[in-house]
């Protein structure tokens, strides 16, 4: 059977992170004016939110493997080591 701790009391004054950081790790009974509210973490909402963003990394990557396919490599490399020869320096007057 799961402990039931008493409820906290909410005012103007209450640190809303701070209840929320709590709440992160179980639920929690808050009570305003006599009225109790049952306070916890929509574990639903926040797995179908790491599925999306998974799904959404997945995508991506899925557009950004093989873009890179049909660049010539040996024309890169032929272009950097001529950039390297003729500097990118502006000279300087003497």
Known sequence: MAVEHPP??????T???????EADKSPLLLERRGVRYR?????E????RAVSKREQELR???ETIGSWAD???DKIIEDIYEARRAG?????DP
């Open 8 to 13: 906290l009391n909410v005012s103007a004054e």
């Open 15 to 21: 640190d809303l992170e701070l209840l929320l950081d």
């Open 39 to 43: 306070l916890s973490l929509d574990e």
């Open 45 to 48: 909402a926040t797995r179908k």
């Open 60 to 62: 991506i990557l899925d």
């Open 71 to 73: 660049l010539d490599i």
């Open 88 to 92: 990118s320096r502006y000279p300087v």
